[in-house]
């Protein structure tokens, strides 16, 4: 069954707003994008409103799910502050003290890292991440995830590269995701993972402009309405750069570590300075750096060219003081099967690039074996 726009319409014509009209006479709705049963949208209010509000975009948002044919609905809460306008009051308990949660170590109320939580059944979430495009993440983020698998994990692979979703064309994942019984997307499994890509939801020549509070409840969807199972290690693969989504994910889940990846370029390495600067700043541990495109070996004469110079991400990892993790060929047949919907090392396991995957896998799997085990 089709969904319309104007079913959308009708079904928050019943959601009463704080205002004490219907949330479609508010005037706090953006426009709505109804696709394939997906629909998108946010409710625009001041920062002072926000919280009345809150409960009103978790309505909309169930009353939006139930429509006949609705297989996602993301639904955010934009809060924006009038210039001029103060920040809202901490709240307080009855006695004029304000609220600390006591579930969890003490913080400042205004902590953005009180938010965060478990995710039941995985035992570690990690970033791989980089400060700038065209380094080569996803694809490092994949081969990784599966060289994680190779050492007998269980492992899931999240893209949420929200702006340009690379995983489907990386897996050659065409179909989309189903629901359970509980609502919930069931990831598409595939290469022994468990994978979710907002690149499932939309078309592949979507234009993604979403502003950021849409980023991130995306994010936090895509994190919290997915019924992941029982996983040793979540693999993030995140958008580049150091904006909001990578604070969400900081924010909404403890996350056991970050994995930058650079280039031995000189431009690559600053914007990468700045990743680990910012994981460092939300007390993410860094796990380490790889040097992907680290040199070019000849696939017919075997020569090595350090087209992008070499060894800058080492001596990186160096002086930063954290562990450096390897470096990746830039290879014909890395390139190949990542464009083939084939990586590397599920179609060349036995190849000397799945091999080095493997032993950064290895790496990472024994810094995080602690929190595997103690899962």
Request: hydrophobic share 45%.
């Amino acid at each position: 069954m089709s969904v319309t726009q104007q079913q959308v319409l009708d079904t928050l014509a019943k959601v009463m707003s704080p205002r004490g009209v219907a949330l479609t006479d508010a005037n706090v709705l953006s426009a709505i994008s109804v696709s394939d049963g997906k629909v998108f949208f946010s409710i625009n209010v001041e920062a002072t409103e926000a919280r009345a509000w809150e409960s009103v975009r978790a309505q909309a948002e169930a009353a939006v799910r139930a429509i006949p044919g609705v297989t996602v609905a993301m639904i955010a809460l934009t809060a924006e502050r009038k210039p001029g306008s103060a920040a809202a009051p901490p709240q307080r308990t009855a006695q004029g003290v304000p609220h600390v949660s006591s579930h969890r170590p003490p913080q400042s109320p205004a902590s953005p890292m009180s938010k965060q939580s478990e995710i039941p059944g995985i035992a570690a979430v990690i970033a791989v991440a980089s400060g700038k495009g065209g380094v080569g993440k996803s694809t490092t983020a994949l081969n990784l995830a599966l060289g994680l698998r190779d050492l007998g994990l269980r492992v899931g692979l999240l893209d949420a590269d929200i702006y340009g979703p690379s995983v489907p064309r990386l897996t050659g994942i065409r179909e989309k995701p189903r629901l359970n019984d509980d609502r919930k997307m069931i990831p598409i499994a595939r290469f022994g993972l468990a994978i979710m890509s907002i690149g499932f939801l939309v078309e592949e020549d979507t234009a993604m402009i979403w502003r950021g509070p849409m980023v991130m409840s995306a994010i936090t969807q895509m994190l919290r309405d997915v019924a992941w199972g029982t996983l040793d290690i979540l693999v993030v693969d995140m958008p580049p750069g150091t904006g909001d989504a990578q604070l969400t994910l900081a924010q909404n889940v403890p996350l056991k570590g970050a994995i930058i990846i650079s280039t031995p370029q000189d431009l690559s390495l600053i914007d990468a300075r700045r990743g680990l600067a910012m994981f460092k700043k939300v007390n993410v541990p860094v796990l380490g750096i790889v040097e992907n495109m680290s040199y070019f070996q000849c696939p017919h004469c075997g020569t090595r060219s350090d087209i992008f110079g070499h060894g800058g991400a080492r001596h990186e990892a160096e002086r930063l003081a954290v562990p450096f993790l390897g470096e990746v060929p830039l290879h014909m047949s890395i390139r190949a099967t990542s464009d083939s919907g084939t990586p590397v090392v599920e179609s060349e396991p036995e190849g000397p690039h799945a091999a080095i995957y493997r032993a950064i896998g290895a790496k990472v799997r024994d810094q995080l074996q602690g929190v595997i085990a103690a899962a």
